[in-house]
């Protein structure tokens, strides 16, 4: 990890992009002949999105086989990201250490909680996968089934999780570790959780474009970059001393290279502790939407639901007070009719027919840029 300013393998990895990646060309322009790191522009998720597939390639790579990571839409607008073999392996074994160092041994049950439809159970490993689209019921079954020792997921859907067997706890599985990710878990969540699904809990922070980035064991204070091979560098936030803007480098990937990426999370360190380890992920909370009779709904339940709508380029589902919910839609304007009529019946056959929909097409507003949008929240108040 590293304040602003550039790590020499970045800066060999810039000139090569430069001369052979014409995404890198497109975006330095001029600015790459003299190549001062902190004249070109960094990259961020608009122009990552508008580049088509070949320009992201290093040109002496082109026609090689390469996996396709599909993001699951929480950002509200579902992306590609291309990534060779050993850069995937490289995310594999991060993953797999990181699990170890917060206490998973092979071959224990392990249950993963996953918007990924193409996910199947290795038998052999004893991992399992149960989809994140199920209502909470459906899933608590399915953990009482398996009976894992560990079991990893999404904040949001691991709470409704701990909520149900909070209610039942004869029927908790003996678990020794939760893993928790892709939202901000608070010191008041983290406690929630635990105490609903009687385990200590871990913290994985990942990004589609990188896997796993850096994770915190149970009990500690502060994340653990997950490789190497990854770059983290921090920008200043104008008028927030305490926080900073995360960009990142991934030395492992070299078919389709990122670097220099500005993810738009947020981040706090500790600034009195040695190497000044990162303690807070900010900007990745989403709002777990509220029924009539006071249940919630995991939004992750909602993204997968609408990714799967054909045309539907980017949304986002805001929750009033009074518990209604306006739905704004980025679509063509031919498809406006059909897409909306799509997404209302997406959208009942997840929360009902209880709750008043709104659905409107139009342009989302993301906000400042490098900030972190929130396509589903609630402002529904709740106790905490």
């Known amino acids: 990890m590293r304040d602003a300013g550039t790590d020499a393998r970045v800066l060999r990895r810039m000139k090569d992009a430069a001369r052979h ?36 390639i290093d040109d002496r790579r082109l026609g090689r086989k390469l996996r396709i990571e599909l993001s699951s839409g929480s950002s509200g607008e579902p992306m590609a990201v291309y990534t060779d073999r050993a850069a995937h392996a490289a995310r594999r074994w991060a993953f797999l250490r990181a699990l170890w160092a917060c206490g998973y041994r092979p071959g224990q049950p392990f249950l993963l909680l996953t918007s990924r439809r193409e996910a199947r159970s290795l038998a052999m490993a004893r991992w399992h996968y149960a989809s994140i689209a199920d209502d909470t019921e459906t899933l608590a079954r399915r953990v009482t089934g398996l009976a894992p020792r560990v079991l990893y997921g999404p904040l949001s859907t691991l709470e409704l999780l701990a909520e149900w067997f909070a209610a039942r706890p004869q029927q908790r599985p003996a678990l020794s570790l939760v893993v928790s ?12 959780l635990e105490r609903g699904l009687g385990a200590p809990a ?18 500690s204070a502060a994340f653990v970059p997950a490789r190497r091979s990854l770059v983290l560098e921090f920008l200043a936030l104008p008028g927030d001393p305490a926080g900073e803007r995360l960009v990142v480098t991934d030395l492992a990937e070299r078919t389709s290279p990122l670097i220099r990426y500005q993810t738009g999370d947020f981040v706090r360190r500790d600034a009195g502790a040695a190497g000044r380890p990162i303690v807070e992920f900010s900007g990745r909370s989403m709002d777990c939407l509220v029924q009539p009779d006071r249940t919630l709904v995991s939004p992750y339940r909602i993204d997968v639901a609408l990714e799967r709508i054909p045309g539907l380029h980017g949304y986002e589902v805001v929750q009033r007070p009074d518990c209604s919910i306006d739905v704004t839609l980025e679509t063509a304007v031919e498809d406006a009719d059909r897409v909306g009529g799509m997404v209302r019946q997406a959208l009942a056959s997840v929360l009902g027919a209880a709750l008043p929909v709104r659905i409107e097409a139009g342009t ?17 108040a709740r106790g905490t």
């Open 21 to 56: 990646v014409a995404l890198y060309r497109r975006l330095w322009g001029a600015a790459a002949s003299d190549f001062d790191p902190e004249r070109v522009p960094r990259l961020d998720k608009a122009a990552l999105r508008a580049c088509p597939a070949e320009d992201r």
């Open 181 to 192: 990710t892709a939202e901000q878990l608070t010191p008041g969540r983290r406690a929630r």
């Open 202 to 219: 871990a913290d994985f922070y990942g990004l589609t474009e990188f896997g796993l980035v850096a994770y915190r064991p149970p009990g």
């Open 364 to 380: 989302i507003r993301r906000g400042p840029p490098g900030a972190k949008f929130r396509p589903i929240r609630s402002h529904v």
